[in-house]
């Protein structure tokens, strides 16, 4: 039985995509890839639909066939069985605590600055929403940043999903309005990702 290939649907500019591309490209595997537009209403037609009922991508379809959402459920689906998941017990349960945290305190205090302050152009970087974001985002990457004085990175001493999914809306967290400037480490750390062999950038 042949299996369909791996079939990645994105937006151009989305970093929750990039991360599954950036992991693509450090494990050398090939996606298809399909880039819908926000603005021109794809992700609200009924087609779009029946692949992600919650109407956001990015969303893989599997080689078993049916779709998946959520970032970091494709992330942990893909990384299986490579060195970017871990197997120990202790060791994926601190992927995953990384994973979450990526998810309820870093992901949307970095990406809705980067949204409307620079992709959209509707805000102004002292907006008090924007300000009231990156109040938050300062403090995951106050988190990180004492984290990564301890270690190259996230988890044990190699890279894993946990750093592929903190990359990207770290990567382009001055879009909104931050200054890496008091985070050496976390700035030695975005080198460090760029320079693993295989990384691919957002554009
Ligand atoms: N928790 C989701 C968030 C995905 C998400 O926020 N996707 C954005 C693009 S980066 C989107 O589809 N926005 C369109 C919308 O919400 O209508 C993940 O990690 O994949």
């Given at each position: 039985m042949t299996h369909p290939a791996l079939e990645l649907i994105d937006t151009i500019y989305t970093g929750n995509g990039w991360?599954?591309?950036?992991?693509?490209?450090?494990?050398?595997?090939?996606?298809?890839r399909r880039s819908l537009s926000i603005v021109e209403g794809d992700l609200d037609t009924e087609a779009f639909r029946r692949i992600n009922p919650w109407g956001q991508?990015?969303?893989?379809?599997?080689?078993?066939?049916p779709w998946l959402a959520e970032s970091a459920a494709i992330l942990w689906y893909l990384a299986r069985g490579t060195d970017f998941l871990p197997t120990?017990?202790?060791?994926?349960?601190?992927?995953?605590?990384?994973?979450?945290?990526e998810q309820?305190?870093?992901?949307?205090?970095?990406?809705?600055?980067?949204?409307?302050?620079?992709?959209?152009?509707?805000?102004?970087?002292?907006?008090?929403?924007?300000?009231?974001?990156?109040?938050?985002?300062?403090?995951?990457?106050?988190?990180?940043e004492a984290h990564l004085q301890l270690q190259h990175y996230f988890v044990g001493d190699r890279p894993s999903i946990a750093d592929v999914a903190l990359f990207p809306y770290t990567c382009m967290a001055e879009q909104g309005g931050y200054d890496l400037q008091p985070y050496p480490s976390l700035r030695r750390w975005l080198e460090r990702m760029q320079a693993l062999e295989g990384y691919v950038p957002l554009l």
């Open positions: 991360k599954v591309r950036l992991l693509c490209g450090y494990l050398g595997v090939t996606l298809q991508v990015p969303v893989l379809r599997t080689r078993e066939g120990a017990a202790l060791a994926q349960a601190q992927v995953l605590q990384w994973l979450f945290f309820t305190q870093h992901m949307v205090n970095l990406a809705q600055p980067r949204l409307w302050v620079e992709l959209r152009g509707t805000m102004k970087r002292d907006d008090p929403a924007v300000l009231a974001w990156r109040e938050l985002g300062d403090k995951a990457l106050a988190c990180m």
